[in-house]
């Protein structure tokens, strides 16, 4: 999995691009750990290119998600596909995030 991170004024998109297993998760969590010292703002959550998602995965949603939301800011999830889309659904995220 590769993770990309964009970073423009008060807004920052983070694109997840294949399969977010467990070891994937864990790779990423390395990368959030920088970033979440500076959620503030808009973060967006790009699943356009994301094809499966664990609960490690769903896990670094939720830090991302805490941090911002220390922090003042939020978080969008935006292009998720209709397999993660049903992953949500059952695990109560379509809650927690802004869907886009």
Not at 52 to 68: C, D, E, M, Q
């Amino acid at each position: 999995m590769q993770t990309i991170i964009n970073k423009q004024q008060d807004e920052t998109t983070i694109q997840f691009v294949g399969r977010m297993d467990t070891p994937a998760a864990q790779e990423a969590a390395t990368m959030m750990d920088k970033f979440q010292e500076a959620a503030s703002g808009t973060v967006i959550l790009d699943c356009s290119k994301l094809e499966y998602i664990s609960s490690s995965g769903l896990r670094i949603f939720l830090s991302i998600r805490k941090a911002a939301a220390a922090q003042g800011g939020k978080v969008i999830v935006q292009d998720i596909n209709d397999n993660i889309r049903n992953v949500f659904m059952m695990t109560g995220f379509l809650n927690l995030f802004e869907i886009r």
